[in-house]
């Protein structure tokens, strides 16, 4: 039987980058024997202008009927003026809630061969690996009340950070799953000095160590792990922490990898299903160009091959494939600095395929 997949190419670079994984995934099909299928939806911007609607109800229909989603990204200047509720933005946050899913992986390695990209110095940098694992679904992004009222003759613009014991319990859960394939250590991060809900938090995340005793728990606020990604990186394993400051560690740990260009995710839910898309978002600075890096995306495609495919092996090859380019020199934009000569966007999908039939 083959596997069913929903390619979802958004906005900005969002299409460029998706026809690299495309030709990736027809590359498996064809040399590698992957059974897979595959069709195209609408989200974000390019929803709302055939449909109105950043998640039209074909779309996440779709989703739900697919073993997995692969993404490109959501957004752009030209929907920036749109109500909140009908922003790209609200798709992406609408397809991950609707579908529950919670568990967002982000994984930040470095490839070898791009330590000098980094922002950091290279020793500091070198065969970085950590995960990300954020809370995707609820948290202040999600919590009630929300909203902007009239207050004593002014506006005042509130939302809710909130985690019931339960959320927190699962994405511990996740954390101390994905901890046992690597180096047992996860590192809990919350505000626990300021906010009640980061204290329930860390109690919670605390109780669910008790049943991983091979794993190493430890806990840290999110001001000290924001400098300390920073400081050195590279005595984090697993960090597993709420919604929104996921979000900001994670462009964080990113950058360290030499370009956000570079990162994949995977998004979970509890039946198994996941949402895939590289961390960049759309870019319309350089959207139509050839210039974005196809490789998030591509990783990306590595990842839903590991998790909703169980093609871990593939998911290896793709993988070595994009470090083989790599090493082989070729750079987009972004990875490229002074001293190369950037490749398109299509030459570095053709270089992955090329790497993929030898
Ligand atoms: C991300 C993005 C999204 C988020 C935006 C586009 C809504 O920044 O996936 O990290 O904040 O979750
Ligand atoms: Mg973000």
């Known amino acids: ?29 064809t040399h590698h024997g992957l059974a897979v299928e595959w069709s195209f939806g609408l989200i974000g911007g390019a929803a709302i202008d055939a ?5 039209p109800a074909e779309t996440l229909e779709a989703a739900q009927a697919a073993d997995a989603t692969l993404l ?13 509720a009908l922003r790209p933005e609200r798709g992406l946050l609408r397809i991950r809630s609707e579908m529950g899913l919670y568990a967002n992986l982000r994984p930040a390695m470095l490839f070898s061969e791009l330590a000098a990209a980094s922002s950091l110095r290279p020793e500091l940098v070198a065969d970085l690996d950590i995960l990300i694992v954020r809370e995707l679904t609820g948290g202040i992004y999600f919590g009630q009340p929300r909203g902007i009222r ?36 996860v590192c809990s991060v919350d505000k626990a000095n300021v906010l009640e809900c980061s204290e329930l938090w860390r109690e919670v995340v605390t109780r669910v160590a008790a049943d991983y005793p091979d794993c190493t728990l430890s806990h ?9 990604l920073v400081r050195a990186p590279k005595q984090f394993d697993v960090v597993v922490t709420g919604n929104l400051f996921g979000d900001i560690l994670s462009d964080i740990a990113a950058m360290l990898t030499g370009s956000i260009g570079m990162l994949p995710s995977a998004s979970l839910n509890a039946r198994g299903q996941g949402l895939y898309e590289p961390v960049h978002g759309s870019a319309p600075d350089i959207a139509g160009q050839g210039k974005a890096n196809p490789l998030a995306t591509i990783l990306s495609l590595a990842m839903l091959l590991r998790h909703s495919l169980d ?15 790599l090493a082989s020199g070729l ?4 990875l490229a600095g002074d001293q190369s000569k950037p490749v398109s966007t299509q030459a570095m999908g053709d270089a992955v395929v090329a790497q993929l039939q030898s």
């Open 72 to 84: 490109g990204a959501v957004g752009g200047p030209k929907w920036e003026a749109i109500e909140r």
């Open 51 to 55: 449909h109105n609607d950043p998640l």
């Open 220 to 228: 840290m606020y999110v001001d000290n792990a924001a400098m300390q």
């Open 331 to 334: 750079r987009t934009a972004d």
């Open 150 to 185: 009239e207050e004593n003759g002014e506006r005042v613009g509130y939302n809710t950070e909130v985690y019931s014991e339960s959320e927190i319990e699962r994405i511990a859960r996740s954390a101390f799953e994905a901890a046992r394939k690597r180096d047992r250590r």
């Open 1 to 29: 039987m083959s596997a069913r997949l929903l390619l979802l190419p958004g906005d900005g670079i969002g299409p460029e980058v998706m026809a690299e994984a495309e030709r990736v995934l027809e590359c498996l099909k």
């Open 311 to 325: 093609r871990g092996d593939l998911a290896e090859r793709v993988e070595s494939a994009v470090g083989s380019v």
